[in-house]
């Protein structure tokens, strides 16, 4: 199975890039986590996407938060399916991060997450990579079969606690 590179701008992002893991290894898929800074270590962030489809990842994930600029700079430098996660900062409740991240210009496409939606990047880089993976396609199938029936058992008992 490819592996699923996760990038983050700093250690700071570490919660959100937890989520995203956690998910990952629920899942066993393999994966690689590193802290790049488009902006802080510009050149490793590049290195890294340049040789990753040779390295043997499927799908990258890049969180950051403020101006955030890694998931389309790691886009920039691979052809590989990048998603990203704008990260909430103290300061404009991570409207910054989502705007860097999600305006990116035509021929560099990220695939944009939700503000902190770690677990949602994770799960869309194992339905990229499920696509031609049967056995990954049905663990996917059975977490969703498991999420409804959760969201179902408590329909069943909401009117009890009212
Ligand atoms: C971004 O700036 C990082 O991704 C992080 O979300 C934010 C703040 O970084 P620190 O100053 O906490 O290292 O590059």
Known sequence: MKKIG???????????????????????????????SAHRT???ARDFAASARKNGFGVLIAAAGMAAHLAGAIAANTTLPVIGI???SSVLDGMDA?????????GIPVATVAI???????????QIIA????????????????????????????????
Request: glycine share 4%; hydrophobic share 45%.
């Open 42 to 44: 510009p050149v490793e």
């Open 131 to 162: 696509v031609e993976d049967k056995e990954l396609a049905a663990k996917l199938d059975a977490k969703r079969a498991s999420d409804a029936a959760a969201v179902l058992k408590k329909d069943s008992t909401v009117m009890e606690n009212l």
């Open 98 to 106: 989502l705007l860097s991240t999600v305006q990116m210009p035509t």
């Open 6 to 36: 996760i990038i983050m701008g700093s250690d700071s992002d570490l919660p959100i890039i937890k989520k995203a893991t956690d998910m990952l290894k629920s899942l066993e898929i393999p994966f690689e986590v590193h802290i790049y």
């Open 116 to 126: 902190n939606g770690g677990a949602n990047a994770a799960l869309l880089a194992a």
């Open 86 to 88: 704008p990260c909430k």
